[in-house]
C-alpha cells in the first residue's frame, strides 16, 4: 500500500521532495541526494527526462529509491512513449514496487537537449491517468483484461498561479474525473491563489500538495523568467532575494515562511531545494 | 494548400552535380507552389538564371497547370518532350507529390526544388498557417473550429499542459495557447463541457494514404 495515499487519506500533511536521474549511468550523485533528503519527506518524485533532456530513466532510478528505504513518485511524461511503451513502463512499475505515479505531459523536445527529437504525445496527461485509473481496474486501454491489475496512486500536476484559472480549474476537475487523486503543483508564490484552488478541488476529494521552490540565487530567478515553462516569480519575491546580503540564505527563510503558511492550507507541500538539499530539515521546521 | 519553401540551394547543386549534369529542364506547379511563390513563372525563372550563372544549360521550363495531376503531368511532359529530352535533369518546383508526379512521367532524374512544409490556410498573401493534419478522424466538433491535434505544438487533444502561461503557449510564446481559445470559444457558444477527449485513433490515419472513388461505384 502506499504510505503517501494513507498518510493523505488520514489528513496527515506529507512533505514530497524531488531526485533527479542522473546523465549517465553513475548514480552516485542522486543516492547522496536521496540520502539527504529521505529522512524529511514521505514520498521522493523521480523525474523523466527532466527538462525534456537525457536522464537515467524513471522507473530504474525510481526502484534504486525504493530500495534505499523511501516511497518514490514514479513520474511518467507523455513525451517520449506511444501508448504501448506508456502502458509497458505502468506494468513494469507495478511489477517493481512503485505505487505512486505522477503523469505528466511533459516539456516540450524543442526545449531540451535533443531538439530534433519527435515529441510522442501520443496521449495526454488526462488520457494517461485514466489509463492508469483502468489498469488499476484490471484492464488496459482497449478494454481487454490484464493478467494482475496494478493499484497505482494516481498524481498530476497543478498549475495555481497560471491564469486564466477557469482554464486551470476545468484542466484539474478533467484530471479528477480521470483518476487523478493528488495533484502536486508548480512553486506557489502567492498564497491566496493556492487557497483558491484547494478550496476548488477538495470537495472533489483531491489532495493538494504545494510546491515550494528554494530561490537560491539571483541566477535562478532569471533562469525561471526568462526559460521556464509555465512559471513567474513575482517582482516583490525576486527583489528581496536580490537585495539580500546572502541570497541562498535569504531563500532559505523565505521557504520556511512558505511552508508554514503551507501548512495552513494544502495537504502537503513539494519542496524542491535546487540543491540546497541540506537545509531542507530547516525550511521545514524540523530542529534537525 | 500545400506550403513549400525553396530548397537549400547547396542541395539542388549537390544534387546536380551528383550525375555530373551540364544542362536542366525546370518544371514549376501552377496551383499551391504559384500561390506560395515559390514554383510560379517567377520562380521558375529566377532559378534557371540562377542555374545558368552556374554554367549549367537550362534547355527550357514550363509551369504545369496542376503538377501533381499525373495525366496533366503526363501531357505536359509529352509537349516539352524534346526539351526533357535534351536535358540531364528536371529539376521540379514543386511539392513532393508533384516532383513524384513527374518522375513518373518522365525517364530522366528528376530532382526536388522545392521543400514541402504543410497544408497551410491562406491568412493573407505570402502569409500560411497550418490548420489542419489531415489526421483522418475530424474532432472539430468537440473543438469549437480549432484543431488541437494541429495548433497545439505538442498535439494534445486535452490542455493546456503545465507550459501556458497568462494564457499563452510554452512553445510559441507569442501565440495564445490552443486550449486556452477552444475554451472561451465552447463558453462563449455555452458549449463548455467537462469530458476529456479519448485518445486519437492512428488507425484512421491511412499511411500511405490512397482514396478510390471509382472503386466504391463513383458515390462519396
Given at each position: 500500500?502506499?504510505?503517501?495515499?494513507?498518510?493523505?487519506?488520514?489528513?496527515?500533511?506529507?512533505?514530497?521532495?524531488?531526485?533527479?536521474?542522473?546523465?549517465?549511468?553513475?548514480?552516485?550523485?542522486?543516492?547522496?541526494?536521496?540520502?539527504?533528503?529521505?529522512?524529511?519527506?514521505h514520498a521522493l518524485n523521480v523525474t523523466d527526462n527532466q527538462g525534456a533532456s537525457l536522464h537515467l530513466a524513471s522507473l530504474a532510478a525510481s526502484?534504486?529509491?525504493?530500495?534505499?528505504?523511501?516511497?518514490?513518485?514514479?513520474?511518467?511524461?507523455?513525451?517520449?512513449?506511444?501508448?504501448?511503451?506508456?502502458?509497458?513502463?505502468?506494468?513494469?512499475?507495478?511489477?517493481?514496487?512503485?505505487?505512486?505515479?505522477?503523469?505528466?505531459?511533459?516539456?516540450?523536445?524543442?526545449?531540451?537537449?535533443?531538439?530534433?527529437?519527435?515529441?510522442?504525445?501520443?496521449?495526454?496527461?488526462?488520457?494517461?491517468?485514466?489509463?492508469?485509473?483502468?489498469?488499476?481496474?484490471?484492464?488496459?486501454?482497449?478494454?481487454?483484461?490484464?493478467?494482475?491489475?496494478?493499484?497505482?496512486?494516481?498524481?498530476?500536476?497543478m498549475f495555481p498561479e497560471a491564469e486564466p484559472w477557469d482554464v486551470q480549474l476545468a484542466r484539474a476537475e478533467q484530471k479528477i474525473e480521470a483518476g487523478v487523486r493528488f495533484f502536486q503543483t508548480q512553486a506557489i508564490f502567492d498564497m491566496t491563489r493556492l487557497e483558491r484552488a484547494v478550496e476548488a478541488l477538495r470537495p472533489h476529494g483531491a489532495k493538494v500538495i504545494a510546491g515550494v521552490l528554494v530561490l537560491k540565487s539571483p541566477?535562478?530567478?532569471?533562469?525561471?523568467?526568462?526559460?521556464?515553462?509555465?512559471?513567474?516569480?513575482?517582482?516583490?519575491?525576486?527583489?528581496?532575494?536580490?537585495?539580500?546580503?546572502?541570497?541562498?540564505?535569504?531563500?532559505?527563510?523565505?521557504?520556511?515562511?512558505?511552508?508554514?503558511?503551507?501548512?495552513?492550507?494544502?495537504?502537503?507541500?513539494?519542496?524542491?531545494?535546487?540543491?540546497?538539499?541540506?537545509?531542507?530539515?530547516r525550511i521545514l521546521g524540523n530542529n534537525s | 494548400m500545400i506550403i513549400t519553401r525553396p530548397r537549400d540551394w547547396e542541395r539542388i547543386e549537390d544534387n546536380l552535380a551528383s550525375i555530373g549534369a551540364r544542362s536542366v529542364f525546370i518544371m514549376g506547379c501552377g496551383q499551391c507552389a504559384t500561390v506560395a511563390h515559390t514554383g510560379g513563372e517567377t520562380e521558375v525563372a529566377e532559378v534557371a538564371a540562377r542555374l545558368e550563372a552556374l554554367g549549367l544549360e537550362v534547355?527550357?521550363?514550363?509551369?504545369?497547370?496542376?503538377?501533381?495531376?499525373?495525366?496533366?503531368?503526363?501531357r505536359e511532359s509529352r509537349k516539352h518532350g524534346g526539351d526533357i529530352e535534351a536535358a540531364d535533369a528536371v529539376l521540379v518546383l514543386a511539392c513532393g507529390a508533384g516532383v513524384q508526379t513527374?518522375?513518373?512521367?518522365?525517364?530522366?532524374?528528376?530532382?526536388?526544388?522545392?521543400?514541402?512544409?504543410?497544408?497551410?490556410?491562406?491568412?493573407?498573401?505570402?502569409?500560411?498557417?497550418?490548420?489542419?493534419?489531415?489526421?483522418?478522424?475530424?474532432?472539430?466538433?468537440?473543438?469549437?473550429g480549432i484543431c488541437p491535434v494541429t495548433t497545439c505544438p505538442k498535439g494534445l487533444l486535452n490542455g493546456p499542459c503545465g507550459g501556458m502561461w497568462e494564457g499563452m503557449c510554452e512553445v510559441l510564446t507569442d501565440r495564445e495557447c490552443t486550449h486556452v481559445?477552444?475554451?472561451?470559444?465552447?463558453?462563449?457558444?455555452?458549449r463548455a463541457g467537462k469530458g476529456t477527449l479519448a485518445p486519437k485513433d492512428f488507425s484512421k490515419t491511412l499511411k500511405p494514404g490512397g482514396v478510390n472513388i471509382r472503386r466504391q461505384g463513383g458515390s462519396r
Open positions: 500500500m502506499s504510505r503517501l495515499k494513507d498518510m493523505l487519506a488520514a489528513g496527515e500533511f506529507v512533505v514530497t521532495g524531488e531526485v533527479a536521474p542522473p546523465k549517465g549511468a553513475d548514480v552516485t550523485a542522486m543516492r547522496a541526494a536521496v540520502e539527504l533528503l529521505a529522512p524529511h519527506c526502484r534504486l529509491v525504493l530500495d534505499m528505504g523511501i516511497e518514490p513518485i514514479f513520474q511518467q511524461t507523455c513525451r517520449d512513449r506511444n501508448r504501448l511503451a506508456l502502458q509497458s513502463d505502468l506494468l513494469a512499475a507495478w511489477s517493481l514496487g512503485l505505487e505512486n505515479v505522477l503523469v505528466v505531459t511533459g516539456d516540450d523536445p524543442r526545449a531540451g537537449d535533443h531538439p530534433n527529437a519527435k515529441g510522442v504525445f501520443d496521449l495526454d496527461s488526462t488520457q494517461l491517468a485514466e489509463i492508469t485509473r483502468g489498469m488499476n481496474e484490471g484492464h488496459d486501454m482497449m478494454d481487454r483484461p490484464l493478467a494482475g491489475a496494478t493499484d497505482f496512486f494516481i498524481g498530476a500536476a541566477r535562478v530567478i532569471d533562469f525561471i523568467n526568462e526559460r521556464l515553462a509555465g512559471l513567474m516569480v513575482p517582482d516583490a519575491i525576486a527583489d528581496r532575494i536580490r537585495s539580500a546580503d546572502d541570497p541562498a540564505e535569504e531563500a532559505i527563510v523565505l521557504a520556511t515562511e512558505q511552508v508554514r503558511e503551507i501548512r495552513a492550507i494544502a495537504d502537503g507541500v513539494h519542496i524542491m531545494p535546487l540543491g540546497l538539499d541540506a537545509a531542507v530539515g | 534547355t527550357g521550363w514550363t509551369v504545369g497547370e496542376v503538377t501533381c495531376h499525373l495525366g496533366g503531368t503526363k513527374v518522375a513518373d512521367s518522365v525517364t530522366k532524374p528528376v530532382f526536388p526544388g522545392l521543400e514541402s512544409l504543410f497544408l497551410g490556410n491562406v491568412i493573407r498573401n505570402g502569409i500560411f498557417e497550418e490548420r489542419c493534419l489531415m489526421c483522418g478522424e475530424c474532432v472539430l466538433d468537440k473543438t469549437a481559445r477552444i475554451r472561451r470559444r465552447l463558453t462563449e457558444q455555452h
